[in-house]
T-cell receptor, first 111, second 114 residues
Framework: GQNIDQPTEMTATEGAIVQINCTYQ??????LFWYQQHAGEAPTFLSY????GLEEKGRFSSFLSRSKGYSYLLLKELQMKDSASYLC????????????FGKGTRLSVIA | DAGVTQSPTHLIKTRGQHVTLRCSPI?????VSWYQQVLGQGPQFIFQ???????GRGNFPDRFSARQFPNYSSELNVNALLLGDSALYLC?????????????FGPGTRLTVL
């Protein structure tokens, strides 16, 4: 079966760093995506990992360990606008197969 | 460039009715996928279409159907609506063959079934 786990909620302070973890057990693996979703809006693409290691994009970084079935999204210099849900999604087949999503982590950034 | 567009934005129906949701992909994208997102959950895959052919189907009943048109736009149809069909329906488009074949989501249609 397919299983993707993320913490349900997290709270962090403005200006701080927060790490959102994701563990997955899927029948196959062809990449892991992180999306940001503000309440009532569509998910927007943040990052993609297919090889082990860290991918950095401005204030956002994402890490992948395929042997451990583990990823994290690191958000630095938190801003109030970063309050949103963060979705971890795995592509479990080759090519353009659909994504399998976790339930999302709701991040609240407080002053 | 315009992103993925969906219509309508919101919809209220009663049990037993039928609904049609529409999606226009990003220009040049040939693949469209539909997802259902229930409040507090992640999106769940319903259908994927590429070049007007169904390429994948999630674990949804036959009341759900979809199609893709020659201009790559797509419709999702749901018959005999149930209360449990109330959700945000997301359409995502992608450009197969690109790297990493990222799916880009539209704003969604919020369906409420009373």
């Amino acid at each position: 079966g397919q299983n993707i786990d993320q913490p349900t909620e997290m709270t962090a302070t403005e200006g701080a760093i927060v790490q959102i973890n994701c563990t997955y057990q899927t029948s196959g693996f062809n990449g892991l995506f992180w999306y940001q979703q503000h309440a009532g809006e569509a998910p927007t693409f943040l990052s993609y990992n297919v090889l082990d290691g860290l991918e950095e994009k401005g204030r956002f970084s994402s890490f992948l360990s395929r042997s451990k079935g583990y990823s994290y999204l690191l958000l630095k210099e938190l801003q109030m606008k970063d309050s949103a849900s963060y979705l971890c999604a795995v592509r479990d087949g080759s090519g353009n197969t659909p994504l399998v999503f976790g339930k999302g982590t709701r991040l609240s950034v407080i002053a | 460039d315009a992103g993925v567009t969906q219509s309508p934005t919101h919809l209220i129906k009663t049990r037993g009715q039928h609904v049609t949701l529409r999606c226009s992909p990003i220009s040049g994208h040939k693949s469209v996928s539909w997802y259902q997102q229930v409040l507090g959950q992640g999106p769940q895959f319903i259908f994927q279409y590429y070049e007007k052919e169904e390429r994948g189907r999630g674990n949804f009943p036959d009341r759900f159907s979809a199609r893709q048109f020659p201009n790559y736009s797509s419709e999702l149809n749901v018959n005999a609506l149930l209360l449990g069909d109330s959700a945000l329906y997301l359409c995502a488009s992608s450009l197969p063959g690109g790297f990493p074949d990222t799916q880009y989501f539209g704003p969604g249609t919020r369906l409420t079934v009373l």
